[in-house]
């Protein structure tokens, strides 16, 4: 038996997101930007699909840019702040995405930003009463922080932030790829600026996302080239990709509160039996569901002579799941989120993240294996 669980990296395509593609895939070729009426049938899908995941989240359809992911949605809005409104300094974290992270390192190295990183605690908490500080003394900022970490699922108090930003006149970025499609957010009563997608998180396909650009902090356009996306990404949209996105945000939304209590069930149930069964395991980053995502849960092992083969030996056993960020899992260098919050890197930490379609028979199997590959039993 496959099992999987690194929903973290990427999601199953749920069925009736397929079936919502499909018509697009075989019968509605027009380009959407044509004016005859195959154009404008495929251009009534994509503005359509804008419209519904505007509903969703309570902004308007035009503060709703459609990328080809998470990772261009964040280079968009942290590029183009700084071209934009002149942003000379921007205060982040050592845990972020590297779509986050390297983005901001680029535009330091080109002398066009300088970066503070705000101080963490073990757990991955943003030090609050830092940040203020560094706003504090800092004009012309922009703070980028995620909603949720990838790799140990510790949340940031997204309002909290947000008032901060604000008062101090700041503009909020959030890289919020792992948290949209998990909790309902009202943007219009958030103060953040900026949140990003992309659909394959959520049961969504591959290849599309969107940033979310508040209506009265319009940035220049980050790829040229096209008038496509109210002339703020030129390039023929991703038609299918966009309305399956917004079929897969729908169903999120529609079956939140369900598949929340399910989720956090399996990683609650998968916590409890690892330390039952394996002495001396511990957990990276915050567990709770108030405190993290209920997707994620961060397992640090004891020391084993085959620790580094865990992973290797867990998906020969037939169970994916990871050691940190699928983005860059051809590493040899460690997790950087992991350094980040001064974990012990000579113990093998491994990630699994949890979906609806996860069982409570899978983690008893799951634990049967660790058993034997790290209690030799």
Request: with cysteine.
């Amino acid at each position: 038996m496959k099992i999987y669980l690194d929903n973290a990296a990427t999601t199953k395509l749920d069925d009736e997101v397929l079936n919502a593609m499909l018509p697009i895939m075989k019968e509605e070729f027009g380009n959407p930007s044509s004016i005859h009426s195959f154009g404008r049938k495929v251009r009534s899908a994509v503005e359509n699909a804008r419209k519904t995941v505007a509903k969703l989240l309570n902004v308007t359809p035009a503060e709703i840019f459609f990328t080809s992911g998470g990772t261009e949605a964040d280079n968009m809005a942290i590029c183009q702040s700084v071209d934009t409104f002149g942003i000379k300094h921007i205060i982040s974290s050592k845990i972020e995405h590297h779509a986050v992270e390297h983005t901001i390192c680029v535009l330091e190295k080109q002398g066009k930003v300088k970066v503070s990183w705000v101080n963490l605690d073990k757990l991955g908490n943003v030090d609050l009463v830092h940040l203020e500080q560094l706003l504090k003394e800092n004009d012309k900022t922009l703070v980028s922080l995620m909603h949720a970490n990838n790799e140990i699922g510790t949340l940031l108090p997204l309002d909290q932030v947000g008032e901060l930003c604000e008062k101090y006149g700041a503009l909020f970025h959030s890289d919020t790829v792992q948290t949209m499609g998990h909790y309902a957010m009202n943007l219009k009563n958030t103060k953040v600026h900026f949140v990003t997608c992309a659909a394959h998180k959520f049961h969504g396909p591959k290849g599309v996302g969107f940033l979310y650009i508040n209506h009265n902090f319009k940035i220049s356009p980050f790829i040229h080239g096209g008038s496509q996306e109210r002339n703020m990404r030129g390039g023929t949209e991703n038609v299918y990709g966009i309305v399956g996105l917004a079929k897969a945000l729908e169903i999120c939304y529609a079956d939140m509160d369900a598949h929340q209590k399910h989720i956090f069930e399996i990683k609650s149930y998968l916590k409890q039996r690892l330390t039952e069964t394996i002495p001396g395991i511990e957990f990276n980053g915050e567990t709770s569901f108030e405190k993290s995502l209920y997707t994620v849960l961060n397992c640090k092992f004891p020391a084993h002579p085959d620790a580094e083969m865990l992973l290797f030996n867990l998906d020969i056993a037939g169970i994916a799941a990871s050691g940190g960020s699928a983005c860059s899992s051809g590493s040899n260098q460690g997790s950087h989120v992991l350094r980040g919050i001064g974990a012990d890197m000579s113990r093998a930490s491994v990630r699994f993240s949890f979906c609806k379609y996860n069982t409570k028979a899978e983690i008893d199997t799951v634990v049967e294996k660790l058993n034997k590959l790290v209690n030799n039993k």
